[in-house]
């Protein structure tokens, strides 16, 4: 079997600046707007290859599109990980699946003072006008979204006395519903809300031993919000013990003795509402989560076990034969009221980076929901369309191609939930190169590609901000 997908986890030096690219196909006349989508740049610092895919230089990939052509800009976020790896060629803080270089003093002072990587790889949000990289760290990196460029810094964890900030966070009406982080002896993840670019308001707590469990995501309905507490997470003891000898986050996930639940949190309150047990399980992203009854239906892509985070070695990822976690898109119904959950299957993996019409449905009841799906190899080698009411699905794929997350962009005034389009860039893994696709997100057969001048490595999280809706795309 053709290793296509190896080229996704292979450093881009090279950046580029609002260069103009090719259109094959019609882009729609109204898609105005830029794409912007964050993710690995460099895979190795100085000598040192890098561990994990998490642990990547971060690089944004920025697209203007307006009047079906397409202007590409790309830029490694000028965190201070990434000044240090290339002007000093170090690991200046433990990375996920790679230790800070030093030695062990210098390790463990780090690490009991708290010091925490800001290389802001998983996506990029928007508060009021700004834009800003970010990942599971205090720092967002502000970015100008036409250029790119680092423009500053905020530490996006002021006012909520915790260590990090998620990368992935929900918007609505302006306002950011957001979890933050605080790590020790004692671990609570926090529940903020936050009003345009201000700073955090903590609206509720929930606290652990030194063994949290790792929570990437949370999902968001109208009254409330679903946080998920997995079997599986980073044992804090166990890593700073381990910290002089150059232990990682990695190394520190094992299974926890808690059992496996979801907690609904009422918005308006902060309140605990319902606990609800459910079997192991562990989730990075949600799909939707929406109110219906007395319960809450919660759509995502759930995995067996914690290798969903340590089966992500790069060494894995770029084998032959990589030993693949495999997650499913499942459903689970909570009861609004403790007890347990209902889980149902809605597609079998591997798939990842589900998305949905984000602006309209997000925590209501919704049809569509499109997602990554992996035939063979270690990345995604098709877009699907899961018909949450049918159970039809629609598919587009081609022989070396690996689609990276589709994002939904509705048209103006949409008539359908349907009505719009996906945007994702994909890896060409033969021909070495990247494409910007565009798909009809009713049919998904492809509207429109324009190639890039060069490879990318296979990315994280993007969002496109129109020029007239500058909502956002997904969770
Ligand atoms: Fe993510």
Redesign the pocket.
């Known amino acids: 079997m053709e290793n296509t997908w190896e080229p996704g986890f292979r450093t881009q030096r090279e950046e580029t600046h609002d260069v103009a690219i090719d259109v094959r196909g019609t882009l729609p006349g109204w898609l105005d707007g830029t794409f912007v989508s964050n993710g690995p740049g460099q895979f190795e610092v100085g000598g040192t290859p890098l561990e994990h895919w998490f642990d990547a230089l971060a690089m944004l990939r920025g697209f203007r599109i307006d009047d079906g052509s397409v202007r590409y800009s790309n830029r490694f976020v000028r965190s201070d990980d990434f000044r240090v790896a290339r002007d000093q060629q170090r690991v200046r803080r433990s990375l996920p699946g790679t230790p800070a270089d030093g030695t062990a003093f210098e390790r463990l002072y780090r690490a009991l003072s708290g010091a925490f990587q800001d290389n802001p790889s ?1 996506g990029v949000v928007r508060l009021d006008d700004t834009l800003y990289a970010v990942t599971e760290s205090p720092m967002g990196f502000e970015t100008d979204p036409e250029t790119l460029e680092t423009t500053g810094r905020r530490d996006l964890t002021t006012g909520l006395d915790s260590d990090v900030t998620l ?2 966070a929900h918007f609505e009406d302006g306002v950011q519903w957001g979890l933050a982080a605080e790590f020790g002896r004692e671990c609570t993840y926090t529940l903020f809300r936050r009003v345009g670019n201000r700073d955090a308001a903590p609206v509720s707590r929930l606290v652990f031993d030194h063994h949290p469990p790792y929570v ?2 949370f999902a968001l309905t109208e009254h409330y919000v679903v946080v998920p507490e997995a079997p599986y997470g980073v044992d804090f003891r166990r890593l700073l013990l381990g910290t002089p000898r150059g232990a990682t986050f990695l190394d520190a996930v094992s299974p926890r003795e808690a059992p496996p639940r979801f907690h609904v949190l009422d918005r308006a309150t902060g309140e605990r509402v319902s606990v609800v047990r459910t079997e192991p399980f562990f989730v ?2 949600f799909a939707n989560a929406y109110e219906d009854d007395d319960a809450i239906v919660v759509d995502c892509v759930a995995y067996p076990d914690s290798e969903a985070i340590t089966g992500l070695t790069l060494s894995n990822l770029r084998r032959d034969d990589p030993d693949l976690p495999c997650g499913d898109f499942v459903r689970f119904r909570l009861p609004l009221h403790d007890g347990d959950a209902e889980r149902t299957l809605l597609l079998r993996g591997p798939v990842e980076f589900p998305t949905i019409h984000y602006r309209r449905y997000n925590g209501r009841r919704y049809r569509y929901a499109y997602l990554a799906a992996i035939d063979r190899g270690a990345l995604p080698t098709a877009i699907v369309k899961v018909d949450l009411d049918g159970q039809a699905t629609a598919r587009w794929s081609e022989p070396g191609l690996h689609p990276g997350e589709p994002i939904f962009v509705p048209a103006p005034s949409p008539t359908r939930e349907d009505d719009g389009v996906l945007l994702s860039i994909a890896l060409d893994g033969r021909e070495e190169r990247s494409v910007l696709l565009c798909l009809d997100a009713e049919t998904l057969t492809e509207r429109a590609r324009a190639p890039l001048p060069h490879r990318l490595p296979y990315p ?2 993007g969002q496109f901000y129109g020029a007239t809706d500058a909502g956002r795309s997904m969770a």
């Open positions: 998983i990368g992935h990437h995501s990075y992203h994280f999280h």
